[in-house]
């Protein structure tokens, strides 16, 4: 797995490595862990089905929905 597709964002880590589309093309998706303490929360976050040309464009956006989904979860945060 290449780094290139791995991020700390405000205490979570993202994971937007694609997936190979078996016709083709690569699938964005997106696992984020957030560990605090003892504890740790893993969530695979539901980014689209599209399928993009490169695998760049996939981990691309993928990341810019992991970036809101943070900051929709820690903006909430009481």
Not at 2 to 29: K, N
Not at 40 to 63: I, P, T
């Amino acid at each position: 797995m290449s780094e290139a597709f791995r991020e700390t964002y405000r205490d979570h880590d993202l994971d937007f490595t694609p997936r190979a589309a078996a016709g083709g093309g690569f699938v964005a998706r997106l696992q984020v862990v957030h560990s605090f303490g003892a504890h740790r929360d893993q969530f695979s976050v539901d980014v689209g089905s599209m399928v993009f040309a490169e695998a760049e464009q996939a981990a691309l956006h993928a990341r810019q929905a992991g970036l809101k989904w943070v900051d929709d979860r820690v903006d909430a945060r009481p």
